[in-house]
């Protein structure tokens, strides 16, 4: 390949190979492995740590009122107190959506017929493996006692979908992944609202 | 404390103590760590593993035909390419808006003199104690040589606003920290479009 060069701007980047993996160390909650690859055209291999885990879920919970169900809990990573959806680890063979209601019933005792997924987006593609699945549920109606794992302890709020939007735009919600459901219902909340002010539209 | 009760969803929850931290494996890009805490009220502890590394900072890059500098790359993470907007790690002492034009500089050889923070997040409170900071730079230019690490290899494209919110809405953009990026600019973008359609508003 004689006019191939590294430094290509309008090239599509290779796929690097894959020679090997090693796990590093294993946690209960994420493994850390060490993938071994190759650059397919330079030959030169590097060394890339890889967090890997379940896939993950949130879901964004409205109530027939348009109030999202919103959890604050602490949080060891940072050490302090977070709003967010509620969500979770998925467990083994489970759906993006069974498992979306199991962590909103657990959680907060809410529970709805009316879930769909808003999308996926990957944590971070430069360090982990997973999926984070973001799902909606409408007509979130209270059904459920909660039933908290033995670490759990949430405070539970209902809050106006407009106050969450901005409580994001404040900062008061951080949780990357939150954010990210926030973002990709809010094309359909728009939506809704133009409706409601123009309802013969 | 004869009332208190660990399931009070009406309650802000306790912050845990940190009995002690322990380093519980080491790469060259975070650290996983051991803190056991304990519950301040009801005395039980565990061990909580979290993942340390440095902030990182992403940047979007807006020239001034309201273009997008993407730039896309093999992520080892999740085996495959990604497009996103520039970022990376913030050096020891570097500034977010200093550790943005770097990482933007670097990677795509351009550079801004309006630059703001438009807002933090946490990639994931749970397990992760670092900040994701997200900049904007207006009237971004090319003015510089690309300056890539030996492992990097990117394709950059410049991409108008609006379909980059397409991107983001078809799954086409699925880092989870340049979602956020573009979620909190949105605004501002909706208000400047406004603008433009009624110019003497």
């Not at 993996?21 to 060394?47: M, W, Y």
């Not at 109606?141 to 794992?149: C, G, M, N, P, Y």
Request: proline letters at 6%; glycine letters at 6%; aromatic letters at 8%.
């Amino acid at each position: 390949m004689p006019n191939w060069s590294q430094h290509d701007p309008g090239r599509k980047p290779e796929h690097w190979e894959t020679l090997s993996q090693k796990n590093f160390a294993s946690s209960p909650i994420f493994d850390v492995v060490t993938h071994r690859c190759r650059h397919p055209k330079l030959g030169h291999e590097g060394d890339f740590y890889v967090l890997e885990s379940r896939d993950w879920v949130n879901i964004l919970a409205l109530t027939p009122e348009k109030q999202v169900v919103l959890v604050n809990q602490f949080r060891f990573g940072i050490g302090d107190t977070s709003w967010e959806i509620p969500g979770g680890v998925m467990e083994a063979g489970e759906e993006p959506i069974a498992a979306a209601l199991r962590e909103l019933k657990e959680e907060t005792g809410y529970t709805s017929n009316q879930v769909e997924l808003l999308g996926k987006v990957r944590p971070n593609p430069a360090i982990q493996s997973n999926t984070c699945y973001l799902a909606l549920a409408k007509d979130a109606q209270k059904t459920e006692a909660i039933d908290w794992d033995h670490h759990e302890e949430l405070e539970i709020k209902l809050v106006d979908i407009d106050q969450v939007y901005a409580m994001a735009f404040r900062g008061e919600i951080f949780h990357s992944l939150v954010l990210d459901a926030l973002m990709l219902y809010q094309p359909e909340w728009e939506k809704l609202k133009a409706r409601r002010r123009s309802p013969s539209a």
